[in-house]
């Protein structure tokens, strides 16, 4: 029997990257999932290369008109819904914190925070007048625990996103619906290139792998392991966790 055999989910971001390889990993354990991007192209590229058992809709995850038309296109289309995945995240490059504009601050308050409002907004509803069970996984990041310098508001958006989300599965826990974190290591993604502060080289990479305890950058395979193991029945008795994919960054 595969981990998440039935299940029904939506991945945000899933064009590329992390979520991507949480799309690949849960279809590969028997589950129907919607990817959601801004991005059409790799959006489409990436659901055609997943087969059937995965749509494509272009959608901007600070939008509740586009979290309507998920959650109508995962009832329409596969019958329901069981998993969100709040993977989409932003930030600017690296830099001094007073050099940050108010627009950088925006953009990355509303792509990493007011994703996860709006979604609980359209979503926990549906969970709570159907009386089913729901699962939110929410992709934060090591910089919501140990940040690095040059990228504050990015560090403190992931960090309301750990605290956020702790917040639900306290008060969503009585209806089972549970709220859990991911908070993967810098990884190597289209969003990589911006978090070093300096050049985008094989040594200034090493720099930041440096950190890490095990070695090396974490992986989608890694990221999507955790996300599985959460969103599964073996983690029916989790919530409220925070799971660093971080090969001991945060120790
Ligand atoms: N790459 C890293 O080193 C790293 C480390 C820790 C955490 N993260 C987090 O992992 C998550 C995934 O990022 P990634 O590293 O795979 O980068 P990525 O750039 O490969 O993927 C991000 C995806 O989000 C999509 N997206 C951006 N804004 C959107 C919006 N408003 N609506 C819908 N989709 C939108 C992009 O089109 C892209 O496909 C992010 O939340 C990021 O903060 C990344």
Request: one cysteine or more.
């Amino acid at each position: 029997m595969s981990r998440l055999q039935g299940k029904v989910a939506i991945v945000t971001g899933a064009a590329s990257g992390f979520g991507k390889g949480i799309a690949a990993k849960f279809i590969g354990e028997g589950a129907r999932v919607i990817i959601a991007d801004l991005s059409a192209d790799a959006g489409q590229a990436a659901a055609a290369e997943l087969g059937d058992n995965c749509a494509f809709l272009q959608g901007d995850v600070t939008k509740a008109a586009d979290w309507q038309a998920l959650l109508q296109l995962a009832t329409d289309k596969f019958g329901g819904l069981d998993i969100v995945i709040n993977n989409a995240g932003a930030t600017y490059a690296n830099k001094p914190t007073m050099q940050v504009t108010e627009k950088e601050f925006d953009l990355v308050f509303n792509v990493n925070v007011r994703s996860v409002y709006q979604s609980t907004e359209v979503l926990v509803p549906y969970f709570l007048d159907n009386k089913r069970p729901g699962v939110f996984i929410q992709v934060a990041s090591t910089a919501g625990l140990r940040p690095r310098g040059g990228l504050t508001w990015y560090n403190a958006s992931k960090a309301a996103v750990i605290n956020g989300t702790k917040s639900m599965a306290v008060e969503f826990g009585p209806n089972n619906i549970r709220f859990n974190c991911v908070s993967p290591v810098v990884g190597s993604t289209g969003m990589t290139h911006l978090f070093l502060g300096k050049a985008d080289t094989e040594e200034n990479r090493a720099g930041f792998v440096s950190t890490i305890p095990l070695g090396r950058p974490s992986t989608p395979a890694d990221v999507a392991n955790a996300c599985c193991y959460l969103a599964s029945e073996e983690a029916a008795f989790i919530t409220g966790v925070n799971i660093e994919v971080d090969g001991g960054r945060c120790v």
